[in-house]
């Protein structure tokens, strides 16, 4: 009995991982998607971001599901950290960079932070309305 559900305790986690890898796919090719229609259309904008435009307004108009995304979104958010210690250990071999205009860097690390921390709640304010059907 006990090894029926570790058994199927194991397979529920393959399922989720594999649901999640194929899910980070779709992500990326509406990624791709952005970053062809960006270089097509020659604009002066990540294509990564017209790529989650595209995917936001498909969600929107309820084209693509969220069931489609939401295991391996949640999943990059989670591990989104990890995505950053590549950039942080560039920025140290930039130290001159640092010296001449650090203050100004951290002005705008500074204002960029604080907007996508005020963006976010109010985002995770609106879904947490939406879901419970309180959306004016």
């Known amino acids: 009995m006990m090894r029926r559900l570790l058994h199927k305790s194991r397979i529920f986690k393959l399922r989720k991982a594999a ?10 090719f509406f990624s791709l998607v952005g970053s062809y229609l960006a270089e097509l259309l020659h604009l002066n904008f990540p294509g990564s ?3 989650m435009g595209i995917l936001f307004i498909l969600l929107r108009l309820k084209i693509v599901s969220f ?3 939401d ?8 591990e989104l950290l990890l995505f950053f210690i590549p950039s ?4 140290i071999q930039y130290g001159q960079f640092l010296h001449q205009d650090g203050f100004d860097l951290f002005f705008i690390i500074l204002i960029g932070t604080v ?5 976010s709640g109010l985002t995770a304010e609106l879904i947490i309305r939406s879901k419970r059907g309180k959306v004016s």
């Open 88 to 91: 942080v250990v560039a920025i």
């Open 49 to 51: 971001l017209i790529g």
């Open 67 to 69: 069931k489609w995304v």
């Open 115 to 119: 907007t996508v921390m005020v963006s």
């Open 19 to 28: 649901t999640a890898l194929i899910q980070i796919g779709v992500l990326y």
């Open 71 to 78: 295991i391996g979104g949640n999943w990059l958010l989670t």
